[in-house]
């Protein structure tokens, strides 16, 4: 398989921690992109980092990519609840994009 | 401005009857992606357009799946004498310039074969 991975699973936090999830990918990428999914519905684009870029940051959201590990870690600093939701790093694969299983988060008040 | 639409948001059909999912594509984005996404996994890659190019088919799970984009906007995905195995969301993405634009989704269409 080409998809990328997500590590952990499931991650459950207070809210006011940091949240951190992981990404290994198995080929050469050009950009590497993390979505938000609510309720199983519609992914929402976060950031996309090119295969140049080492650390990028958007809000409370930082990403970082080791091309030389084919590895990216999502960072969400401060968590809300309104943070709980699924979250999917895709990269790209020939023309299309591949997503890993996702990480389950859960925010607790 | 308008996001991805697509249509129905639920379907619900008896084995073994075709169903036709729609999407209607951001205005101006040249690629159009659908997927998807069984309960509580990942995203399943089914085909990809591209402008006037040739789609990518390769993720198609059989021949009961067939999908077309006219005039280069709307997309129709049909899966023919439907099997209780596609249940599932299917979920449409659109973007501006393929893989190095982020993908924009719709909100996806929820299929359940009874």
């Known amino acids: 398989s080409q998809q990328g991975e997500e590590d952990p699973q499931a991650l459950s936090i207070q809210e006011g921690e940091n949240a951190t999830m992981n990404c290994s990918y198995k080929t050469s990428i050009n950009n590497l992109q993390w979505y938000r999914q609510n309720s199983g519905r519609g992914l929402v684009h976060l950031i996309l980092?090119?295969?140049?870029?080492r650390e990028k940051h958007s809000g409370r959201l930082r990403v970082t990519l080791d091309t030389s590990k084919k590895s990216s870690s999502l960072l969400i600093t401060a968590s809300r609840a309104a943070d709980t939701a699924s979250y999917f790093c895709a990269t790209d694969y020939g023309q299309n994009f591949v997503f890993g299983p996702g990480t389950r988060l859960s925010v607790l008040p | 401005g308008a996001g991805v639409s697509q249509s129905p948001s639920n379907k619900v059909t008896e084995k073994g009857k075709d169903v036709e999912l729609r999407c209607d594509p951001i205005?101006?984005?040249?690629?159009l992606y659908w997927y998807r996404q069984s309960l509580g996994q990942g995203l399943e890659f089914l085909i990809y357009?591209?402008?006037?190019?040739?789609?990518?088919k390769s993720g198609l799970p059989s021949d009961r799946f067939s999908a077309e984009r006219t005039g280069g906007s709307v997309s129709t995905l049909t899966i023919q004498r439907t099997q209780q195995e596609d249940s599932a969301v299917y979920l449409c993405?659109?973007?501006?310039?393929?893989?190095?634009?982020?993908?924009?989704f719709g909100n996806g269409t929820r299929l359940t074969v009874t």
């Open positions: 357009f591209q402008g006037n190019s040739a789609p990518d």
């Open positions: 993405a659109s973007s501006l310039a393929g893989r190095n634009s982020p993908l924009h």
């Open positions: 980092i090119r295969s140049n870029e």
């Open positions: 205005s101006g984005h040249t690629a």
